[in-house]
């Protein structure tokens, strides 16, 4: 289901967590139209503040999706990416999973996100949440060059 987005839209981005949202996300497909093995796993708890990557394995890498943030909090539970060889891993959480993950080709961009609880009203102001969700927007639109 979530792959025939892609279809119509060259930049989707793909937020889940807890099971629903998880079926969803399954079979999410780099390059559209190709089927592959894309998933989201896991129920995971979270609520931890990250930084940039370093050797602890957990937080962000530099990237336009993360361009400007100091800190980043990971949602209050969290799923984890397996993302393809293709996608470029962007977030490790708390517990050293992927957490974000892209894929970039060409026009086709696809953001998988497992910290879908960051999105959450109340905790929009924490830790770099509205940044990461201007960035995701705009690099999805490919406006980050």
Known sequence: MCAQCFLVQPGVGFYGNQNYWLRLCHGVAPPAGKRADVRLRGNAPGKRVLSERGETGRGFIRHPITTGLLKLYEGITISHVRPLDSMTPIVWSSSKGVVMASYSQGDQRIILDGGFTRLIPIFWKKAGTA???????????????
């Open 131 to 145: 940044r990461l969700v201007s960035n995701a927007a705009a690099w999805l639109a490919g406006k980050d060059g």
